[in-house]
């Protein structure tokens, strides 16, 4: 049972426009997401965290959307850049306030392509 | 660099055979992670420490996997008797623990240890 979804495995773009990564989620216990970016043969490096008492949160290129009502995020990339080509993951914890560890949760990722 | 650090960073053993991964976290990170990555799938979570004591081991597959952070810094995840199913990527994360708000909640990842069971 996934309990983090990225329904999209791919997604291409040009550059200079805009890139939105989609993740939907199941557990209502969860109250603070992230995305991270990796590049073959090196580990996730952590890209923008929400929490979940806000609905953006914005850092330069990158805006994560947080809609708790339908479970979904979302993570857009503006302008999108030949070096934003990687696999971003998406990730949820539930807080120890929740009832949950800091354990992360996360989808099976979406491998984004910026095409020059 | 002041990263996670993972050793080795490729590990091929035979069936059979006892292996032992190291992670050195980032210093005065509270909370270590490991997590196991197979081919196209996300990080999976396999257990916890913070500082020395392992809170959650939820995700071990099974009683041949073994985690330890005896000083509360540098952990080793154990593997006994491989199969070729322990097959993926091992990864490390640490994070500031509880102490450190919603920060708790950012884990910096190792490079990771592929692990090819053959």
């Given amino acids: 049972d996934q309990q983090v979804k990225q329904n999209s495995p791919s997604l291409s773009v040009q550059e200079g426009r805009i890139s939105i990564l989609n993740c939907d989620y199941t557990n209502s216990m969860f109250d ?21 008492i806000k609905d ?61 | 660099g002041a990263g996670v650090s993972q050793s080795p960073r490729y590990k091929v053993a035979k069936r059979g055979q006892d292996v032992a991964l190291r ?34 081991k939820s995700g071990l597959p099974s009683d041949r996997f073994f985690a330890e952070r005896p ?16 097959s993926a990527v091992y990864l490390c994360a640490s994070s500031f623990g509880g102490a450190g708000g919603l920060l708790s909640y950012e884990q910096y990842f190792g490079p990771g240890t592929r692990l090819t069971v053959t």
């Fill in chain 2, 71 to 86: 000083e509360g810094s540098v952990s080793t995840l154990k593997i006994q008797r491989t199969q070729q199913e322990d």
């Fill in chain 1, 56 to 116: 953006k949160n914005e850092d330069g290129r990158f805006t994560v959307f947080l809609n708790k009502s339908a479970k979904h995020l979302s993570l857009h990339i503006v302008p999108s850049q030949p070096g934003d080509s990687a696999v971003y993951f998406c990730a949820a914890s539930a807080s120890f306030f929740q009832g949950g560890s800091e354990k992360l949760v996360f989808g099976k990722g979406t491998k984004l392509t910026v095409n020059p």
């Fill in chain 2, 23 to 56: 992670c050195d976290p980032i210093s005065g990170h509270v909370s270590l992670f490991w997590y196991q990555q197979a081919l196209g799938q996300g990080p999976e979570f396999l257990t916890y420490f913070q500082n020395e004591a392992q809170l959650d």
């Fill in chain 1, 32 to 52: 603070y997401f992230l995305w991270y970016k990796k590049y073959p043969a090196e580990g996730p490096t952590f890209l923008i965290s929400i929490s979940s």
